[in-house]
């Protein structure tokens, strides 16, 4: 398998510091992205995203700091 | 088959037609509406056992159909597998391209809500970008 990558160019009228709020922090990411995040947006945090519904076979990804050492 | 319940993708597919050797043999195959792993392995810098090899997973997933034909199996593209396969990397890309649309538009809302009222005060947006730095926020 070999990995290619995609990439798109996109004009947000917003500060970087903005943008990266909304690209990192949970409480934002999950308005775009998955339906439940909890974690801190620091290295090394640990936490999980939630993509679905819990109770019916949702996709729970989940951060540990173990897996960044 | 399975599929994710991110986006609608069957990995199996996809693990098909990740690879550069096979994606070339689907193109020979589209061009000369179909081949055999000789004259596959003729146009490609891989041996004919890696060209069969290749058949065999392209055949696996419903890309390619064999007949026998002779000596040799002949193989022919699948075209609705194909377009299902193109249509499912279209729809993840179509997916990611609604997100960025929806961080733009969240991240425009928040900076309204930053900056003063008036648009042309650039200096003021710079020393209230300033202020809430020094706030913590």
């Not at chain 2, 290749?54 to 597998?81: F, I, P, S």
Request: charged share 25%.
């Amino acid at each position: 398998m070999e990995f290619g990558s995609i990439a798109r160019e996109i004009y947000v009228e917003a500060s970087p510091e903005v943008v990266f709020d909304v690209v990192s922090s949970p409480d934002h990411l999950k308005e775009w992205w998955p339906d439940e995040a909890r974690y801190e947006p620091m290295p090394g945090s640990a936490g999980e995203t939630v993509f679905g519904d819990r109770d019916a076979g949702a996709v729970v990804m989940t951060a540990t700091p173990e897996l960044w050492s | 088959m399975t599929a994710t319940l991110v986006e609608d993708v069957d990995d199996v597919l996809w693990s098909a037609i990740g690879d550069p050797t096979r994606r070339r043999m689907l193109d020979l195959l589209l061009v000369e509406g179909g081949g055999t792993a000789t004259t596959l392995g003729q146009q490609l810098p891989v041996t004919r056992q890696a060209v069969a090899k290749h058949l065999g997973v392209l055949d696996r997933v419903g890309l390619v159909r064999a007949r026998t034909a002779g000596r040799e199996r002949r193989y022919q593209v699948d075209q609705a597998q194909l377009a299902r396969a193109v249509a499912q990397l279209s729809s993840v890309g179509t997916a990611w391209d609604a997100r960025l649309q929806r961080i733009k538009r969240i991240a425009e809302a928040i900076q309204r809500t930053q900056d003063p009222q008036h648009e042309s005060q650039h200096e003021s947006q710079h020393d209230s970008q300033h202020a809430s730095r020094d706030q913590g926020e």
